[in-house]
């Protein structure tokens, strides 16, 4: 499926070091990190509790995926500190190169996973050390077929009760149906080349981590044809947010409000649109002949994840 980058790019700060550490060579990724990353530092400095919400903030998963690009950067991000306790993110990261962007967005979290192990491996090996081991190559991503069957393997043995039994969260259970419904009612004006919303979207994951990948794959297998109508990057993050496992999705690329928004809770009331609380979707649906019918079949607790897929695209897509 990919090449990947010849070595793992890092950039930051890490609690051996008096200052910043950074890779040598991979200058264009390092800076354009750098310049990302203190642009959030940024917008967090301005609310009196940015060290609390920055020193809370655990180990981060992200990506920018082009939904036309066939160039993918992975990275991994740990809120880190040097040696004088100031505080700045540590970063590692590395460049692929995907077949198809069109195939790869669905699979991206499946894909993705061992090479976010790697870097999550270096970068907790940077931290435990001096300074970073250069040199270090990154992990491929897994093959499309791979990938592609372990979605179809997670899919085909489950229903919308089971999904919606893993993703009970500290506040209870979320509706699969109301998800269902409100991703696509979200995303369903790109396809009138609407522009995109500077606002990132949350989907809840499975506390169980061996489901998360696949539960994001699924949600990424609904929303990609109707990201795929815009030529966009996407920032995907794996995060917490309230004690809650989420994917989240920017779709206007390195705009530092999204991962500002899953630094900051009170940044994240008006950045983000959570959908772990989407009751909303109900009172859309009134009106709509075709979103009746999706919702109505969506009532079934017993329906499998690959039919409630063909629904949702012959529906928003």
């Known amino acids: 499926m990919n090449a990947p980058s010849q070595r793992i790019a890092y950039f930051g700060k890490l609690p051996g070091c008096g200052d910043f550490v950074r890779s040598p060579g991979d200058q264009v990724l390092v800076e354009l990190m750098d310049q990302w990353l203190a642009a959030v530092m ?26 036309r690009s066939r160039q993918v950067v992975c990275g991994h991000l740990l809120a880190s500190r040097d040696q004088s306790a100031r505080r700045f993110p540590f970063t590692c ?19 993705l996973a ?11 090996a940077a931290t435990a ?18 990938a592609a069957a372990a979605l179809a393997d997670y899919m085909a043995g489950s229903c919308l009760a089971s999904l919606q039994g893993s993703l009970a969260g500290p506040c209870g259970s979320t ?6 419904l409100a991703l696509g009612l979200l995303l369903s ?15 809840p994951l499975p506390r169980e981590a061996v489901l998360r990948a696949p539960v994001a ?48 809770p009170d940044a ?11 009751a909303w979707a109900e009172g859309a649906v009134h009106g709509d002949a075709p979103l009746q019918r999706l919702a109505a079949c969506l009532e079934q607790g017993q329906l499998g994840l690959p039919t409630a897929v063909q629904l949702f695209h012959e529906t928003f897509c």
């Open 42 to 67: 940024q917008r967090l400095a301005a609310n009196p509790r940015w060290r609390q919400h920055y020193d809370a903030c655990p180990p981060l998963d992200f990506a920018f995926i082009g939904t």
């Open 93 to 111: 990261m590395a460049v692929h190169h995907v077949a198809q962007a069109r195939e790869f967005l669905p699979l991206s979290p499946l894909a």
């Open 114 to 124: 061992p090479a976010w192990e790697g870097l999550a491996s270096a970068a907790g």
């Open 129 to 146: 050390a001096v300074r970073p081991v250069d040199g270090l190559r990154p992990v491929p991503l897994s093959g499309a077929g791979l």
């Open 175 to 180: 509706s699969a149906r109301h998800l269902l």
């Open 189 to 203: 004006p790109l396809r009138e080349r609407v522009p995109v919303t500077s606002r990132c979207l949350a989907l």
């Open 217 to 264: 794959a699924f949600w990424m297998s609904l929303a990609a044809p109707l990201l795929a109508c815009q030529d966009l990057e996407i920032a995907m993050f794996h995060a917490t947010l309230a004690g809650q496992p989420s994917l989240v999705l920017g779709l206007d690329g390195a705009n530092p409000a999204s991962l500002f928004s899953v630094i900051d």
């Open 268 to 278: 994240a009331r008006e950045g983000m649109v959570a959908l772990g609380d989407c």
